[in-house]
Nanobody, 122 residues
């Protein structure tokens, strides 16, 4: 398994930007599909973005397409989520996850970070 630690969350005004980072350690992190998910209070965890092992393929939830960008630096064992034009509805705890399949379903991912809070004020 791989261990994941997220950072970069915080409070930002609507229209602002944040960049989340996910540092991976353990058994060959670069061999994992990496995803970002989020969970708002009282709601289920939802897919945000996913990236293939070498970064050649990415996919996004419709709600963030054109505003968020997922990327990875395998030399640093780190995955990023650049979030621009943030909206109050983006407020949630954001989680990084690692898995073996290129899917958008949370249960398909084996390892999870502890989450980082993102709050967007109007």
């Amino acid at each position: 398994q791989v261990q994941l630690v997220e950072s970069g969350g915080g409070l930002v005004q609507a229209g602002g930007s944040l960049r989340l980072s996910c540092a991976a350690s353990g058994r060959t992190p670069s061999s994992y599909i990496m995803g970002w998910f989020r969970q708002a209070p009282g709601q289920e965890r939802e897919f945000v973005a996913v990236i293939s092992t070498y970064g050649g393929r990415t996919d996004y939830a419709d709600s963030v397409k054109g505003r968020f960008t997922i990327s990875r630096d395998n030399a640093k064992n780190t995955v990023y989520l650049q979030m621009n034009s943030l909206k109050p509805e983006d407020t949630a705890v954001y989680y990084c996850a690692a898995g073996r399949s290129y899917v958008t379903i949370p249960r398909a991912f084996d390892s999870w970070g502890q989450g980082t809070q993102v709050t967007v004020s109007s």
